[in-house]
C-alpha cells in the first residue's frame, strides 16, 4: 500500500479550549475506524485520526481525561478526551508508540484524507468510504505497527 509522506506542524484544541494540543513530525497514516469503540464515541460514526510518533505531539494535561478500553481486537487502548467539554482528543494503543489523533481538534484539517479504513465491517450499511483509501475488514498490522 502506498502512503503519501504528510509532515505536520499543527495547533488544536477541544471545544471549550481547556485541552490544547500541538503536533510536528511525519503522519505514519491517516485512519478512518468504525470499530465499535469509535462508534460509541462519535456517536454513531468513524473516528478519523492522525497518526503520530507519541514523542511529535504535545498536550496540554491539565484538563486531560483518560479511559481505557479494550479493543474489537484485544488491545488495550487509552482514550484521552477533555474532562472539562469531553471533546475527544487521542487514542493510545498500549502495545505501540503512536498516537491517534482526532483531527477534529486540529484548527487546519485541510491535509487530512483517509488513507485507511479500519473495522469496515463494523460499518453501517449507509456508510460510504472515501475514494482510494484501503479499505480493512478490521485492522492492517502494517497500519498498528
Ligand atoms: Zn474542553
Ligand atoms: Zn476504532
Redesign the pocket.
Known amino acids: 500500500m502506498t502512503i503519501e509522506e504528510i509532515r505536520l506542524d499543527h495547533a488544536g484544541s477541544?471545544?471549550?479550549?481547556?485541552?490544547t494540543v500541538k503536533v510536528k513530525g511525519l503522519a505514519v497514516a491517516m485512519t478512518e475506524c468504525w470499530c465499535s469503540a469509535c462508534q460509541k464515541e462519535t456517536g454513531g460514526s468513524a473516528t478519523h485520526s492522525v497518526i503520530v510518533d507519541d514523542d511529535d505531539i504535545v498536550f496540554d494535561r491539565a484538563?486531560l481525561g483518560r479511559f481505557e478500553r479494550v479493543s474489537d481486537t484485544g488491545r488495550k487502548v487509552t482514550r484521552l478526551f477533555?474532562r472539562?467539554?469531553g471533546?475527544s482528543i487521542a487514542a493510545r494503543p498500549e502495545d505501540v508508540p503512536y498516537t491517534g489523533l482526532r483531527v477534529g481538534v486540529l484548527e487546519d484539517r485541510t491535509f487530512f484524507r483517509p488513507q485507511i479504513v479500519m473495522y469496515a465491517r463494523n460499518a453501517p450499511h449507509w456508510a460510504g468510504f472515501p475514494e482510494h483509501a484501503n479499505i480493512f475488514d478490521t485492522q492492517p498490522e502494517a497500519a498498528a505497527r
Open positions: 477541544c471545544a471549550c479550549g481547556a485541552v484538563s477533555c472539562e467539554c471533546t
